[in-house]
């Protein structure tokens, strides 16, 4: 098992190295100037200026850049905004903790209900509510986030007030519980449709039917057999999403004002704070990929056949 993890880590140095290079490359060939752009509307000193560009090496070529920025990483040194000065790492610290939170809540948002209604929609497969949860689960795959999330702050926060507006500056739990439906609206759907898929199909296969056959309970059958099974290609979807919800809550952290790490990002991306920018990128992508390990880790957990060699 540990020879298995160890490889697995190793596959994923050159998945964090490349996708940090083409974050890197994409930043730096955004139109602007960002030393300009700190001066806003003022004359711009061309000493000041060369001093900004040598102290944040911009005046490099991008190769260089780019190697400056892996050696600073790998100490947690990111650097300092342009803009202000104020180290990245303390800008990460105080948006993390927000989208983190909405993120879980997302989470487990999307999975329980998901499955649940997913599990229901299989083993009730051709009733009128399963088809009535394909419809759902297709309207919300169909429509885009920003669109749902829009109707949803209208409807749920503005005509009916359920939740508040906007979260604020602070969130607690019921200030994040509509984003976080939003953000995870779309992926229930998908959950849904996945759960629905892997259910109908198990349970009309031979070792359901022994199963059966031997006299044990419908219960049984359905949690130790079907779900057992079917929750493999589930889990897997899920582990790739929780790494997604982070850099997707973008989108939901702009329409309900969160000062989360998504709406830092687009910030940065406007401001060209590449080094906030490809900071943020790469933890999100460190995430990711801690997230696709520890679901290759639970497959023995959910299907003994499964052994690390």
């Known amino acids: 098992m540990w020879k298995y993890f160890l490889r697995r880590v190793l596959q994923m140095i050159p998945v964090v190295l490349g996708t940090t290079l083409l974050i890197y490359a994409l930043v730096f060939a955004l139109p602007g100037d960002p030393v300009v752009a700190m001066f806003g509307d003022k004359p711009v000193n061309p000493t000041i200026a060369a001093q900004i560009r040598a102290e944040y090496h911009l005046d490099q070529p991008f190769i260089i850049q780019y190697l400056y920025f892996l050696k600073n ?22 948006a993390f903790p927000v989208t983190i ?16 209604f997913g599990i229901v929609s299989g083993l009730k497969k051709g009733k009128w509510y399963d088809s009535v949860i394909l419809i759902v689960s297709l309207l919300l795959i169909s429509v885009p986030t920003f669109v749902t ?15 508040p507006v906007t979260a604020g500056a602070n969130p607690g739990f019921i200030d994040l519980l509509m ?19 892997e259910v109908a199909s198990n349970r009309t296969l031979d070792y359901v039917r022994t199963a059966r056959a ?64 490809v900071s943020i990128v790469t933890v999100l992508v460190l995430i990711f990929v801690v997230c696709n390990l520890l679901v290759d880790m639970l497959y023995a957990v959910l299907d003994p056949r499964i052994r690390y060699e």
């Not at 909405?102 to 209900?113: H, K, S, T």
């Not at 984003?179 to 898929?197: C, F, K, N, Q």
């Not at 919800?245 to 939901?252: D, Q």
């Open 214 to 277: 031997k006299g044990l309970s419908n219960r049984k059958v359905i949690t130790n057999h079907i779900l057992r099974n079917s929750l493999i290609p589930v889990i897997t979807y899920l582990g790739a999403d929780l790494g997604a919800l982070m850099g997707g809550a973008m989108i939901s952290e702009r329409i309900f004002n969160i000062n989360g790490i998504g709406n830092t990002l687009y910030k940065g991306i406007l401001q060209g704070e590449s080094n906030l920018v």
């Open 149 to 163: 999330g829009f109707l949803m702050q209208y409807f749920l926060g503005v005509k009916w007030r359920i939740f």
């Open 101 to 116: 939170k909405l993120g879980l809540m997302a989470f487990v948002f999307e999975g329980i209900f998901g499955v649940i």
């Open 179 to 197: 984003p976080a439906m939003v953000l995870g609206s779309a992926s229930m759907a998908y959950i849904i449709r996945l759960t629905r898929t």
């Open 73 to 94: 990483a790998f100490t947690l040194d990111f650097g300092n905004t342009l803009r202000g000065g104020r180290p990245v790492i303390d800008v990460m610290a105080a």
